[in-house]
């Protein structure tokens, strides 16, 4: 089966997880209704061949369709979101996430870390915060909202400081296994140089054992005469 998936970005349909019912139309060929379908896509699909691409079902009203559930000639795509029962999940799509989760992703790791560092600086930790930590590590009840935030920045930051660490281990792991590989590699080179040598010494044994046996034939052929 090819796989076919519907143009539009924040719908996962494809043909092979598409429920029951739901098929796949083809764009439109004449110029006026691919302007129409332009109008409405241009925002929703990250890319639209007229050709290839193809559009789900799910996003035509009933009305653009016949008795038959053929799409008519007149048929545009309006549907775009789903209702919650659908499992499209909205949290899924890139364009509904908060502003916070955007800005959050534009940034890399060192500026995030500097960021945050600053933002420890510029905060005092309440100097009663023991009081209102329980012995499980959780804050009672009714402990203000403060000590609720400064136990989960603690928290993150020992977690942190805890993944830094065990990176910094994992760093130094795959330093000593490349150092064992050169050494390995070394050795095979010594290995190697050592086998050559070997096979050297054996050929010219061969050798002098030949002349041996060629002095014997002469002197043998001396003593019988
Ligand atoms: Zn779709």
């Known amino acids: 089966m090819v796989n076919i998936r519907c143009a539009v970005t924040n719908c996962k349909i494809t043909n092979y997880n598409k429920p029951p019912g739901v098929v796949f139309h083809s764009c439109p060929s004449s110029k006026e209704m691919r302007n129409k379908w332009l109008q409405v896509l241009k925002n929703k699909c990250s890319m639209l061949d007229w050709s290839r691409s193809k559009i789900c079902s799910k996003h035509f009203e009933k009305k653009y369709f016949d008795s038959q559930r053929k799409l008519r000639e007149n048929a545009i795509p309006t549907i775009f979101t789903f209702s919650s029962n659908s499992k499209m999940s909205k949290t899924d799509s890139p364009i509904e996430r908060t502003k916070v989760d955007r ?62 660490s065990q990176l910094a281990r994992n760093k130094k792991q795959v330093e000593t296994l490349h150092k064992n590989l050169d050494e390995i590699r070394t ?31 002469i002197l043998s052929a001396v003593e019988s005469r």
Request: negative net charge; proline residues 3%; glycine residues 2%.
């Open 103 to 164: 800005l959050l992703s534009r940034m890399n790791q060192a500026q995030l870390s500097s960021d945050i560092k600053n933002t420890f600086n510029k905060i005092k930790v309440p100097s009663n915060l023991d009081i209102f930590i329980t012995d499980d590590l959780k804050c009672k009840p009714d402990s203000p909202i403060e000590a609720h935030l400064w136990l989960l920045i603690k928290k993150q930051d020992y977690l942190n400081g805890m993944l830094t």
């Open 187 to 217: 050795h095979k080179k010594d290995t190697e140089q050592n086998i050559d040598t070997l096979k050297y010494i054996v050929k010219c044994l061969q050798e002098k054992h030949a002349t041996l046996e060629e002095q014997i034939e």
